[in-house]
C-alpha cells in the first residue's frame, strides 16, 4: 500500500472518532481510560511506557522513542452500574422510584498517530476523551427535582511534537482543543398534573496543553512526568421549558441566561517504567488532579428567581496511585495486569444527585498479539469498585432525598490495534 493511502486512511479514522463519547467514572469524572493498552495495567506506567502512538497524550515527550510512522486505534465499551436507593427520611410525596441505572452501557474511542520526522524530532495527533459524564434516571424518580438527565462531554483534538534532546533526555508538548457539549434536564413542581421539564444545552470550544518530560537513563528504563493544562469551557445557556401549565407558565416566563461555565481539572503524572529482564517489566504511578477548581455548576429550580437556577460545587483535590507488571509469555503474546487507587474529589456531605462520584479501585487484566512484524492486536479489561456513595439534599421545593448510590461498579472492556509502517 503506497504510504500516501495509508496516511489517507489513517487521516479518516481520525476523524471518525471525534463521534463516540465517553462515559463518567467514580473518582471524578476525568478518565484515564481512553481505548489504549493501558486499560489491562489499571493506566500503571501511563506518562513513562511510551510503546505505542497514544504516548501523544499520555507524555508527548515519549514519541521521540518511536520510530517511523506507526498508528492505533482502539474501541471501548463502558458499563456502569449506578443505582440510587432511598432510605426513610426521604419525602414520602415524592414516591418511591429509585431511578434505575444510571449509567448503563456506553461506547468510545481514541485514535492516534506518530510520525518520525528525524533522529530527534517527531510529531503525533490524537482524538480521544478523557473528560465526560453521561446519565439518565427514570422520569418519575425521587430524585428528579435535582437531576434527570446529565450529558457533559468533551472531546479532544491533539497535535503534538517532541525532541529528543540528548541521548537520555526527551521533551515534548502538544494542544488540547476540546470541544465540549453539555445537555442537562431537571424536572420541575408546578402544581398541575404531571411534571414540568427544564432542559440546558450549549456546545463551545476550550483550549488548554499538554506537556511532559521522559528520562531514559538505560534501555529498558524510563522515567515520565507530564502536566495537563486546565481547560475552560464557557458554557452559556437559557433555559427551555415545557409543560408547565398557566401557572407554571407565567411564573417561568422570559428566562434569563445563565452562566454555566466549568474548569476540566488540570492534572500532574509521574510514572516508572523498568524492565526486570527479558520477560518481566513493572510500572508505577502517582498523580495529582486539581479538582478544587472544577467549576460544575448543579441545575435546579427552587423559585421563580432565575439565580437560584445554579450554584458552585465544593471539591476537592485527589490523589492517584497504581502498580503494574508486564510478562512476555512469548515473542509473539505480551500480558498485562495492574492495580490502581484514586480518592474522592467530593466528600459524603457535598456529593449530589447529578454527580455521583466517589473512590475508586481499579483492576485492570491485557493481552497484546504480534500478529506480524507491522501489526499486533491488544484487550483489555477493568473493574472498577466505587463502593456506597451517600447523598443527602434537601430543599422545601423540590422536597428531601436522602439515601445512596450503593454498590456502584464499572467495567471497561478494549479492542485495539497497532500498526507501524
Excluded at 208 to 214: P, Q
Excluded at 258 to 268: A, K, M
Excluded at 313 to 342: P, V
Excluded at 366 to 385: D, H, N, P, R, T
Amino acid at each position: 500500500m503506497k504510504h500516501t493511502t495509508k496516511l489517507t486512511i489513517i487521516g479518516s479514522a481520525l476523524a471518525c472518532g471525534a463521534i463516540l463519547p465517553q462515559s463518567s467514572q467514580a473518582g471524578g469524572i476525568q478518565l484515564y481510560e481512553i481505548a489504549t493498552p493501558d486499560v489491562g495495567l489499571a493506566s500503571a506506567g501511563y506518562a513513562a511506557r511510551a510503546l505505542d502512538a497514544s504516548t501523544v497524550f499520555k507524555n508527548p515527550a515519549g514519541l521521540s522513542l518511536l520510530p517511523g510512522s506507526q498508528f492505533q486505534g482502539g474501541l471501548q465499551l463502558t458499563y456502569g452500574s449506578v443505582n440510587f436507593s432511598r432510605d426513610g427520611s426521604t419525602s414520602r410525596w415524592l414516591g418511591d422510584n429509585n431511578g434505575g441505572n444510571a449509567i448503563g452501557a456506553l461506547p468510545a474511542a481514541g485514535l492516534f498517530f506518530s510520525q518520525q520526522l528525524s533522529d530527534r524530532v517527531a510529531v503525533g495527533f490524537g482524538t480521544f476523551s478523557y473528560f465526560g459524564l453521561a446519565e439518565k434516571f427514570d422520569d418519575n424518580w425521587v430524585g428528579r427535582y435535582y437531576a434527570q438527565k446529565n450529558v457533559l462531554l468533551g472531546m479532544s483534538l491533539m497535535p503534538a511534537v517532541s525532541f529528543k534532546a540528548t541521548e537520555w533526555l526527551y521533551i515534548g508538548a502538544g494542544l488540547n482543543a476540546m470541544y465540549g457539549y453539555m445537555d442537562s434536564e431537571v424536572a420541575i413542581r408546578t402544581g398541575a398534573p404531571g411534571d414540568g421539564l427544564m432542559e440546558l444545552k450549549d456546545e463551545t470550544w476550550g483550549f488548554g496543553a499538554n506537556a511532559g518530560v521522559m528520562i531514559e537513563p538505560r534501555p529498558g528504563t524510563r522515567f515520565g512526568v507530564t502536566y495537563l493544562s486546565p481547560v475552560k469551557l464557557d458554557f452559556q445557556a437559557t433555559p427551555a421549558f415545557s409543560n408547565l401549565g398557566p401557572l407554571g407558565g407565567a411564573i417561568f416566563a422570559n428566562p434569563s441566561q445563565l452562566d454555566l461555565g466549568l474548569t476540566v481539572p488540570q492534572s500532574v503524572m509521574l510514572s516508572g517504567y523498568h524492565e526486570l529482564s527479558r520477560k518481566w517489566a513493572i510500572l508505577a504511578n502517582v498523580g495529582w488532579q486539581n479538582w478544587s477548581q472544577f467549576g460544575k455548576v448543579d441545575v435546579g429550580v427552587d423559585s421563580a428567581n432565575p439565580s437560584s437556577l445554579t450554584k458552585n460545587l465544593n471539591y476537592d483535590d485527589t490523589w492517584h496511585g497504581a502498580i503494574g507488571a508486564q510478562y512476555r509469555a512469548s515473542e509473539k503474546w505480551l500480558l498485562s495486569t495492574g492495580f490502581a487507587y484514586d480518592s474522592s474529589a467530593v466528600s459524603d456531605a457535598n456529593r449530589t444527585l447529578s454527580l455521583p462520584m466517589g473512590q475508586a479501585y481499579r483492576l485492570g487484566l491485557g493481552a497484546q498479539w504480534q500478529v506480524s512484524k507491522a501489526i499486533s492486536l491488544g484487550a483489555g479489561y477493568e473493574f472498577m469498585w466505587a463502593g456506597d456513595m451517600p447523598v443527602t439534599q434537601d430543599s422545601a421545593y423540590r422536597g428531601r432525598v436522602s439515601g445512596g448510590f450503593n454498590d456502584s461498579w464499572f467495567s471497561f472492556f478494549d479492542l485495539n490495534l497497532t500498526w507501524k509502517f
